[in-house]
């Protein structure tokens, strides 16, 4: 349970935040400042929401102090003083946010959410090297595909530089997991992350978003606002669909990158930054160079290094494991207890075009683990969009049905053949020992994961282990011997 430590020398304040949260988050309290760092020092809360007026020391000097400790601490400034240039300092200073009082509920509960997940995305270090890591383990890009494998060199090799990142890649293929792997693995990992979608924000408020705006720079602007760039700070920002950015905001972008300053929207004051961009676009940029849509200049500043994650459809040999990875994933957050997948399940996920992804994947999946009532999910279970089509490319390894490569078809080939004469001893020892030999092999190809070698063969794991007990396979065996 993440924690949210609340700042304030009114005591009723303290009491309602609390009743408000404390069912979701676990709370600690400080009356003041020196309170305060005592708890932050103690706890390492996830979350601080912090009065800006104590006695003693005010909020901003307690926030530069948190800022010491931990500079990708979290802070909501509350204050009844909006127009004045305290809570604008306070922004400047690293806070996340802050809220006039008195505030809305609902306001302060999504300002809330929204920074614990953020929170979640700074503090959840994103692993990409799959032998390296446990089973079900959060945080953690799945795949072993080659194609997988030139994306975790790539990581390895820019991620401790400070260049421009360029992400492409369709929707849903995991381009902000790349971001934020790159982020942790960098030099500024102590240091704040923050993505922002392009395409989720309006174009009129994402200048303003990004860059902040003085009071009376447009309608509604009744107060200066710091934004994203500055929070930034010495950290790192993930511009998410960058093709889908203004002219106009390219333009202040550019700048950026050039001169690593701007002005604030309807401002004269030059702000210097500190950031390290990593930008994504499931868009053609090219193309869009061609139509006018996209400065060509930008472009080139953006495309230092660029990182192409393949769809789904090229890399299915990854589904497997990320099936795998998905079901212990679900088990958990749903309470479930699933054994896994059948075989003739596993055969339509593989089948299936999959446009949506490895985030199509997931959500498929989940809701097949909250229809399944039983211990494997069944075809029945696997709900696509109506009209899908299989896929014709073929997955190396993988027994398709009718293949005759999984052990069941070619067993009962054997099988048919042997019916059309008596089977001698010499014929059922011939079969058991080809069926050894199979399951020995598929052991060994995927070094002693049972899951991955029961796929292999066509089989349920349980299956397999019954096998392996009843030719005295073992899996330490198998391991050392291809060692």
């Known amino acids: ?63 530069k102090e948190i800022k010491l400790i931990d500079p990708k601490s979290l802070v909501i400034i509350m204050t009844a003083y909006g127009t004045t240039e305290t809570a604008i300092e306070a922004m400047k200073y690293g806070a996340y946010d802050y809220i006039l009082k008195p505030f809305p509920i609902p306001r302060m509960k999504g300002l809330v959410e929204k920074a614990i997940a953020l929170r979640k995305l700074m503090k959840e270090e994103v692993t990409y090297a799959p032998l390296t890591v446990t089973e079900g383990e959060e945080g953690r890009i799945v795949g072993s595909s080659s194609k997988m494998q030139e994306i975790y060199k790539m990581i390895g090799q820019v991620a401790p530089s400070d260049v421009t990142v360029l992400l492409r890649g369709e929707s849903g293929t995991g381009k902000e997991l790349i971001a934020r792997a790159i982020y942790h693995h960098s030099l500024r990992f102590n240091q704040p992350f923050l993505p922002v979608n392009c395409a989720a924000i309006p174009d009129t408020l994402l ?16 107060s200066r606002r710091i934004g994203k760039m500055e929070q930034c700070q010495g950290g790192t920002i993930f511009l998410d669909e960058i093709g889908d950015m203004s002219l106009s905001t390219q333009a202040k972008l550019l700048r950026i990158l050039q001169e690593k300053s701007f002005e604030r929207l309807g401002g004269m004051e030059t702000v210097k930054v500190d950031i390290r961009f990593i930008v994504a676009t499931n868009k053609d940029l090219e193309e869009g160079i061609s139509n006018g849509m996209f400065r060509e200049d930008l472009y080139y500043r953006l495309n230092v290094v660029s990182i192409t994650i393949p769809p789904l459809e090229e890399r299915k040999e990854d589904i497997p494991e990320l099936v795998s990875y998905f079901l212990k994933k679900f088990n958990r957050e749903l309470k479930k207890g699933l054994v896994g997948i059948t075989p003739s399940a596993m055969e339509k996920i593989i089948s299936y075009g999959w446009p949506g992804n490895v985030r199509q994947l997931e959500n498929v999946l989940k809701r097949a683990m909250v229809l399944c009532q039983g211990e494997w999910i069944l075809e029945d279970h696997l709900l696509f969009e109506k009209g899908w089509e299989p896929s014709n490319t073929p997955v190396e390894g993988y027994p398709m049905k009718g293949s005759k490569r999984s052990v069941e078809d070619l067993l009962d080939t054997l099988f048919e053949e042997l019916s059309k004469a008596p089977a001698t001893p010499q014929d059922l020892d011939m079969i058991s020992n080809l069926e050894r030999g199979l399951i020995l092999r598929a052991l060994k190809k995927t070094r002693g994961n049972q899951l991955k070698a029961a796929t292999l063969l066509g089989i349920h794991r349980s299956t397999l282990r019954g096998k392996m007990e009843k030719y005295n396979i073992k899996k330490e065996v198998v391991v050392s011997e291809e060692d």
């Open 1 to 63: 349970m993440q924690t949210i430590l609340i700042v304030d020398d009114d005591k009723s304040i303290r009491y309602s935040l609390k009743r408000m949260m404390e069912e979701k988050y676990s709370i600690i309290t400080a009356q003041n400042g020196k309170e305060a760092l005592d708890r932050v020092k103690e706890s390492s809360p996830d979350l601080i929401i912090m009065d800006i007026k104590m006695p003693g020391r005010n909020g901003i000097d307690v926030l």
């Open 207 to 222: 200048e303003s978003e990004l860059f902040g705006h003085e009071k009376g720079a447009f309608t509604g602007a009744t």
